[in-house]
């Protein structure tokens, strides 16, 4: 399933956020977006997931053009196609840990026997045991890689992650960029992750350049 983006461009009002940004991810790459703040990184994320909207151009995943998907369409597409994590995490603060992770799989109605795979999501993000922790007891690294196992769980073809690793430790934060790679060499998903850090970047099969001009190398 690859991800094709083609001259896609944004812009509010007469100030252009990207433009012509041209990319394709393979099955089993990884490619990393960097950028000062405020570029519009996270615009170009949220773009490939459908949870923006673009003035030009077209993102297709295989072979499916996001932009002709309506609500509804694209809200199914994203349930069965893509994992994300927010820089700000949305673990929801009434479910405990184990049913913040469940909630892709219960989306997809593939509840029945998922509480093993649960379990070794929370092994893998190295947090065994705390499945019925709730948010508010957690820490943000914590928090970060519940958060990190929700958008595992389902084995995403796609996998975007905004700033994964901002709020981590430099050892968790290695764990964590293992688990989201591991995820796209073993499972042949597209990863695309924003990212600051170098070390994370550098792991990257390419790199997009997002400038201040709006204009992407
Ligand atoms: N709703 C909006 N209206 C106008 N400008 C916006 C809006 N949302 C984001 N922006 C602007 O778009 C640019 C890109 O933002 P963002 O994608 O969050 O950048 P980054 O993730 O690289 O820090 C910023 O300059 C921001 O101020
Ligand atoms: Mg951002």
New binding site residues.
């Given amino acids: 399933m690859t991800l094709r983006i083609s001259n896609l461009g944004k812009h509010?009002?007469d100030?252009p956020?990207f433009e012509n940004v041209t990319l394709t991810v393979e099955p089993g790459e990884f490619v990393a977006i960097v950028?000062?703040?405020?570029?519009?990184?996270?615009?170009?994320?949220?773009c490939m997931a459908g949870l923006d909207s673009w003035d030009q151009g077209t993102v297709m995943h295989d072979g499916i053009d996001i932009g002709a998907l309506d609500g509804e369409a694209c809200a199914l597409w994203r349930r069965r196609h893509v994992g994300f994590v927010f820089?700000a995490f949305h673990v929801l603060p009434h479910l405990d840990v184990a049913q913040n992770v469940a909630l892709p799989l219960m989306l997809l109605g593939q509840q029945k026997d998922s509480e093993g795979r649960i379990v070794h999501m929370l092994e893998a993000v190295g947090l065994p045991g705390m499945g019925t922790r709730l948010p508010q007891t957690l820490s943000g690294g914590q928090l970060q890689r519940v958060a990190i196992a929700r958008a595992l769980v389902h084995r995403p073809a796609l996998l975007l992650a905004?700033e994964p690793t901002g709020n981590l430790d430099p050892t968790t934060a290695a764990k964590v960029m293992e688990l989201l790679i591991g995820q796209t060499r073993e499972h042949g998903a597209s990863l695309v992750l924003?990212t600051h850090s170098e070390s994370a970047a550098a792991q990257a099969d390419r790199l997009l350049h997002?400038r201040a001009d709006g204009i992407a190398a």
């Fill in positions: 509010y009002g100030a956020v950028g000062e703040s405020g570029v519009g990184k996270s615009t170009l994320l949220n820089q905004d924003v997002l």
